[in-house]
């Protein structure tokens, strides 16, 4: 077959989104999933209470993501962080296949832009995250359920129930496709009403798989438990308050959700100017994922993997229509000629991205794009000559703080929303904005040094104060240490 238009379209998007899955580490929990991997893997046991605070020690620890941590400590210390970053980039990157091959009868123009918008509609999300677990796996699921539609052959239907019990031992969205499950059960039930066909046999197989589903998604190490678990850290008020990732897309910052606003807008344009009809099952999950990336940005990963394929389908009924009215573009003839200057294109592609890419899978935890976000400048800078007492630091850093210091020192706070709890939440929230008691709250946690932004309003009321002295700061970073009788020579030490 020679290497033609089709062939060479399609390898380029499909290098174009393993550059887009491929990306440097950013997420704040990425670095305490590590360590929890770690921890599973020296003691080989699964915690139940948090290992990593002074403050919360007590709580529960709900294990909901064991298997992607021991993955991830696997790969690190067995080859490097590269090594995860190219893992979750390959998890995406599958993910996003799936999608391409997901939309039936589309032609191979439609179904490759329609990737190529979902790809920049997820740009702030894709990246080395547990979250990209739950992408891949719904996507996968909804391309099964499609295809059982397409012919009720129930064999689709089989690897379901074995694939929750692999997700629900990654990552707690497994709850999501559930959900999913209910939806489209729901959604092809009414269809079926409708048309006055018979609903229960059809649909038989459907209810029982994914009534194997919810058995199975219990076989984890917290058993029937991770299901309050996920529905709480869901709707819990104070994270979806105080967690950016849980904040509702803001459309002022246009380079990160641009191209996820064209596509939320772009399904009733589509519509409008009568593309397909999409099913009423597919309009329901359409419905569903709009919601929660409204909700919540980190939600966007889930509209991509729903409206992706309606989108191509949408517009190729537009395509259909205008080869109806007459206007054909044809595929060109292929020659040994273009086939040759298409392979060579093809590969300068796959070049390009070696060159973009490679300084990804070269991070280390001490590159730039770390360095950028964590606090690694001071904490080399304090090296093992720490303060005395305990630290009150900010959210995002906790896990960044126990990868490089634990179990020698913990945290006042990590990632880990749900062990905190809401009242915690709510409480390290008076302290980072200053609410009236969080002098306090610092006295009542024996707060003895701060590890926190440097734009951050509480560095910047203790530097003015003469109870507190700075002995680090950067442009990212400040720390400062109580004036106290246990600082004192450890403030001479380190004058600042």
Do not use: C
Not at 28 to 48: K, N, S, Y
Not at 93 to 122: N, Q
Not at 274 to 289: H, I, K, S
């Amino acid at each position: 077959m020679r290497f033609g238009v089709r062939q060479l379209f399609l390898t380029a998007i499909g290098i174009a989104a393993l550059a887009a899955a491929i990306s440097p580490v950013t997420d704040p929990d990425f670095f305490w999933h590590m360590r929890v991997g770690q921890h599973i893997l020296e003691t080989a046991t699964i915690p139940t209470r948090d290992l990593f605070t002074y403050t919360v020690s007590s709580h529960r620890f709900v294990a909901h993501e064991w298997l992607s941590e021991v993955i991830m400590s696997s790969l690190s210390r067995g080859l490097g962080l590269w090594a995860v970053v190219l893992f979750f980039g390959l998890l995406t990157w599958a993910g996003f296949l799936v999608l391409l091959a997901t939309p039936r009868d589309v032609s191979f123009v439609v179904r490759g832009l329609a990737l190529a918008l979902g790809i920049a509609a997820g740009n702030a999300i894709w990246g080395p995250r547990t979250q990209m677990i739950t992408f891949a796996f719904v996507v996968f699921l909804l391309y099964l359920l499609r295809r059982w539609r397409a012919d009720l052959d129930r064999r689709w239907l089989y690897p379901i129930p074995p694939l929750f019990i692999l997700w629900v031992n990654l990552h707690a969205g497994f709850t999501i496709g559930l959900i999913f499950l209910v939806v489209y059960a729901v959604g092809e039930a009414i269809t079926r009403a409708a048309a006055r066909q018979p609903v229960g046999p059809a649909l038989r197989p459907l209810l029982l798989t994914t009534a194997g589903a919810v058995v199975l998604a219990a076989v984890n190490p917290n058993g029937p438990l991770i299901y309050p678990y996920a529905v709480a850290t869901q709707f819990s008020p104070a994270q979806q308050r105080l967690i950016v990732e849980w904040f509702s897309p803001d459309f002022h910052q246009y380079t990160q959700v641009g191209a996820y606003e064209v596509m939320l807008l772009l399904v009733p344009v589509l519509l409008a100017l009568g593309g397909r009809r999409p099913r009423f099952t597919d309009l329901l999950l359409l419905l569903a994922g709009m919601t929660l990336s409204l909700q919540s940005v980190r939600h966007i990963a889930l509209f991509v993997a729903v409206a992706t394929p309606v989108v191509a389908e949408i517009a190729e009924g537009i395509v259909e229509r205008a080869r109806t009215a007459g206007l054909r573009l044809r595929e060109p003839r292929t020659t040994p000629v273009t086939a040759a200057i298409n392979v060579v294109v093809a590969v300068l592609v796959v070049l390009v991205l070696l060159v973009v890419k490679v300084p990804d899978l070269r991070q280390t935890t001490t590159t730039q794009a770390v360095r950028s976000q964590f606090p690694v400048a001071a904490l080399d800078a304090l090296g093992t000559d720490l303060p005395p007492g305990n630290v009150f630091n900010a959210y995002g850093w906790g896990g960044y703080f126990v990868y490089r210091l634990y179990p020698s020192r913990r945290v006042y706070i990590y990632g880990d929303a749900a062990v905190m709890g809401d009242p915690f939440l709510t409480e390290y929230e008076s302290v980072e904005n200053l609410h009236s008691d969080y002098l306090q709250v610092l006295d009542r946690r024996g707060v003895t040094w701060v590890l926190d932004r440097s734009d951050a309003p509480l560095v910047s009321v203790l530097r003015n104060s003469t109870d507190w002295a700075t002995v680090y700061r950067d442009n990212l970073a400040t720390v400062l240490v109580r004036r106290t009788g246990a600082t004192r020579t450890y403030l001479a030490r380190h004058p600042g």
